[in-house]
């Protein structure tokens, strides 16, 4: 079974291999006959994501739809960063004593 952490932890991978890609395409549309990349993301059955990534099949930009990967993986970052801090948070809650 894998744990809430490490399926955030894959979620956080995935966000910031979106956004490392659509950075690079988005430094490369002017470059001359630049195939743009591409992330697939893959369901793991224990739970978390895994990412693959693949040159686009047509050379090409694709400003739009890198723009709004980006805003998509930011928030998908911040939302797995949010587990992250609530698993903590009720760890914590768990361990004081005092309480």
Known sequence: MTTLSSTA????????????VSAHNIANVNT??????????IAQTQGGVQTSVESADMTGSAL??????QLQAKHAFL????????????????????A
């Open 64 to 69: 739009a739809s890198d723009v709004v990967t």
């Open 9 to 20: 932890l894959t979620g956080v991978n995935a966000a910031q291999t979106q956004l490392n």
């Open 79 to 98: 939302a797995n960063l949010a587990v992250f801090k609530t698993h903590d948070r009720v760890a914590g809650a768990l361990l004081d004593q005092s």
């Open 32 to 41: 001359p006959r630049f195939k743009r990349q591409e992330v697939t993301l």
